[in-house]
Structure formats: structure tokens, C-alpha cells
T-cell receptor
Framework: RKEVEQDPGPFNVPEGATVAFNCTYSNSASQSFFWYRQDCRKEPKLLMSVYSSGNEDGRFTAQLNRASQYISLLIRDSKLSDSATYLCVVKGGGPGNQFYFGTGTSLTVIP | DGGITQSPKYLFRKEGQNVTLSCEQNLNHDAMYWYRQDPGQGLRLIYYSQIVNDFQKGDIAEGYSVSREKKESFPLTVTSAQKNPTAFYLC?????????????FGQGTRLTVV
């Protein structure tokens, strides 16, 4: 079983739409949670950390459900520039306090 | 500016050759990681190092080797034993502390076997 599982998509949505990505993780001892954004042929960059109480950054909202081992990312009012792959990342709970990456969910925002 | 630098950006290897990918960081991070990314797949951990002179195998270490002689540097050698080395290689570093300490990535090296 993979440490982190994501729906790979692709998600194709019109500008202005709201889109949600989900992610599950297998290790209940995981400690930290993140969403990263990766543009084509580039390195991943941190979009936002995910806190237990949920957190919002502009049009982006992240939520964590530890009981269900589930993380979500909601993007409101999608922009063309949001087109990218979104990686769910889980840290800790294993040797070396490693990061575990999901395969990513591809989003294309259509004009 | 602090950051993590990988070189080269593109690398071509003949079959049977060893090649070394460079990763340098000036963030004073203790932990460094090497990942491989194939099309349509997530990042897979090759090796990681939590401290100088120590490193551990990740999920796909076969055919790779690393060293950590300095805190700032974590080079990856792709040996001839790696049968399918064509991929995008990413180096990352992080503060070893617990909590919401994010990973910072280099710009990646795209390795192609010719």
C-alpha cells in the first residue's frame, strides 16, 4: 500500500470554477502535511502547509482529518495560472522523518 | 540568497558510464534527500542523509550511491548498475527539526541515457 494516495486526474475546469483535491495517507503517526505545486518540468514548490484546524490562503483552503487520515485542497475562483500538478506531501512517522509524496493531481484551467 | 542548487540541469550518459549529479545548499539544513521522478509518477526516494557522514537508503537505492562529506553537499552517483536511469532527479533539503518544516527543492537534473 502506498504511503500517500491521490487521484491523478486530470482535472479540466473552466476559469472561475471551484475544484477540490483529496489525498489519503496510510501512517497514522505522520506528523506534518503539505500541498506542493509542480509546474511542468520544474521542481515542486510549497503551496501551503496543512494544519489540524484547517487553514486558508487567499483562494486556497487546506483541511486535515487525522481520524480518517485524509487531506484536502480546495481552490476557489480558478485562474489559468493555477494549471499545474498538485502534490500531497506527508512527513514523519517513519525512519528518518522522511517526506512521502503522492503521485500528484493534474489541473488544467480552461479559458 | 539562500537556496539549493543542482547541476547540471541536463545530463546525457552513455550506457555503462557512471555519472555524478551535484547538489549544494546554503540553507544550513541538516537533512538532504535525492528523489527520482518518472513521467506520470510521484517522487520516489533514492537516498537521504540526516547528518554529515551518514546516509540511508530510500525505496529505490539500487544502482545509486551518495556521499555526505560536508553539510552543504550531497552528490548522487548514478552507476552503470542502474538499468533505467533516464529520469528527472530532484534534490531537497530540510531542517531536521520536527514540526511543519518544509522541504526545499533544487531545480532538478534531467538525465538521459544515449
Amino acid at each position: 500500500r502506498k504511503e500517500v494516495e491521490q487521484d491523478p486526474g486530470p482535472f479540466n475546469v473552466p476559469e472561475g470554477a471551484t475544484v477540490a483535491f483529496n489525498c489519503t495517507y496510510s501512517n497514522s503517526a505522520s506528523q506534518s502535511f503539505f500541498w506542493y505545486r509542480q509546474d511542468c518540468r520544474k521542481e515542486p514548490k510549497l503551496l501551503m502547509s496543512v494544519y489540524s484546524s484547517g487553514n486558508e490562503d487567499g483562494r486556497f483552503t487546506a483541511q486535515l482529518n487525522r481520524a480518517s487520515q485524509y487531506i484536502s485542497l480546495l481552490i476557489r475562483d480558478s485562474k489559468l495560472s493555477d494549471s499545474a500538478t498538485y502534490l500531497c506531501v506527508v512527513k514523519g512517522g517513519g525512519p528518518g522523518n522522511q517526506f512521502y509524496f503522492g503521485t500528484g493531481t493534474s489541473l488544467t484551467v480552461i479559458p | 540568497d539562500g537556496g539549493i542548487t543542482q547541476s547540471p540541469k541536463y545530463l546525457f550518459r552513455k550506457e555503462g558510464q557512471n555519472v555524478t549529479l551535484s547538489c549544494e545548499q546554503n540553507l544550513n539544513h541538516d537533512a538532504m534527500y535525492w528523489y527520482r521522478q518518472d513521467p506520470g509518477q510521484g517522487l520516489r526516494l533514492i537516498y537521504y542523509s540526516q547528518i554529515v557522514n551518514d546516509f540511508q537508503k530510500g525505496d529505490i537505492a539500487e544502482g545509486y550511491s551518495v556521499s555526505r562529506e560536508k553539510k552543504e553537499s550531497f552528490p548522487l552517483t548514478v552507476t552503470s548498475a542502474q538499468k533505467n536511469p533516464t529520469a528527472f532527479y530532484l534534490c531537497a533539503s530540510t531542517d531536521r527539526g520536527l514540526g511543519n518544516t518544509e522541504a526545499f527543492f533544487g531545480q532538478g537534473t534531467r538525465l538521459t541515457v544515449v
